[in-house]
Nanobody
Framework: QVQLVESGGGLVQAGGSLRLSCAASGRTFSIYAMGWFRQAPGKERVFVATISWSGSATNYSDSVKGRFTISRDNAKNTMYLQMNSLKPEDTAVYYC????????????????WGQGTQVTVSS
């Protein structure tokens, strides 16, 4: 099993920045791709970004492309999401996920989830 713990959420004004972290523990050697999803109130959980095991390949949803940056430090078993130019519509609970699959197949193969961290962007 793999345990994921997110941190770094909070309240920020529009235009501000936050950095989320996702620390992995347990059988981390079984993880390949990692990534982030978010779920706004009353809406479905949607894909935000994913990163390959090496960190050399990334993919973003159109809604965050150019504003968010995903990265990972395998030595620390930690993944990050740097969020800049935040908008009120970015308000959601952000979940990290890990897959035992390549990053191109991340969305449909998330095997482990974190508990989520709240991000609230005020206008």
């Amino acid at each position: 099993q793999v345990q994921l713990v997110e941190s770094g959420g909070g309240l920020v004004q529009a235009g501000g920045s936050l950095r989320l972290s996702c620390a992995a523990s347990g059988r981390t050697f079984s993880i390949y791709a990692m990534g982030w999803f978010r779920q706004a109130p009353g809406k479905e959980r949607v894909f935000v970004a994913t990163i390959s095991w090496s960190g050399s390949a990334t993919n973003y949803s159109d809604s965050v492309k150019g504003r968010f940056t995903i990265s990972r430090d395998n030595a620390k078993n930690t993944m990050y999401l740097q969020m800049n130019s935040l908008k009120p519509e970015d308000t959601a609970v952000y979940y990290c996920g890990a897959a035992q699959a390549p990053y191109r197949k991340f969305v449909g193969n998330v095997a482990f989830w974190g508990q989520g961290t709240q991000v609230t962007v005020s206008s």
